[in-house]
């Protein structure tokens, strides 16, 4: 049985753009034309040949198109077959998984159950890093 990990999407596989965030959260559009942070994509898919990997993210509240454009963005980047492994939650901690691949200890990730990877810093400041780590 594969073990499972679980990828957060802003500051992980997203890179969310310059300034400040609170001002665009809302925009139509924000989150679907935001970039793929380096190396994301070749992690995730690197990663889903020997892990059972989903996406766990938590989408903006106050913004509805946040919803559909954090699939789509999964569609357009990762491909087809990875929207059905993305999960939105603000409890994070309610997802079962080995590992969490994350920039912040927030909506519950400080609570969850497996290992926390806590993305862009030491010593998983990189993909690679990571890569390492999980041993791919």
């Known amino acids: 049985m594969k073990k499972i990990v ?10 969310l753009g310059e300034g400040p ?9 924000f989150f679907l034309n935001n970039k793929p942070m380096d190396g994301a ?6 990663l889903s040949n ?7 993210t938590t989408p903006v509240w106050s913004n509805p198109h946040c919803w ?8 357009k ?9 993305l999960i939105l939650t603000h409890h994070k901690n309610l997802v079962k998984g080995d590992y969490i691949i994350d920039d912040t200890k927030n909506h519950g990730v400080a609570d969850f159950e497996g290992e926390h990877i806590m993305f862009g810093s030491k010593p ?13």
């Open 6 to 15: 679980l990828f957060d999407m802003d500051g992980v596989l997203v890179e």
């Open 21 to 29: 965030f609170i001002e665009k959260k809302n925009t139509i559009g």
């Open 41 to 46: 994509i070749d992690a995730f898919k690197k």
């Open 50 to 56: 020997n892990y059972d990997c989903y996406i766990v």
């Open 68 to 75: 559909m454009e954090k699939r789509l963005w999964v569609e």
């Open 77 to 85: 980047h990762i491909g087809l077959e990875a929207k059905n492994r």
């Open 124 to 136: 998983y400041e990189s993909w690679k890093q990571v890569l390492e780590y999980l041993k791919v």
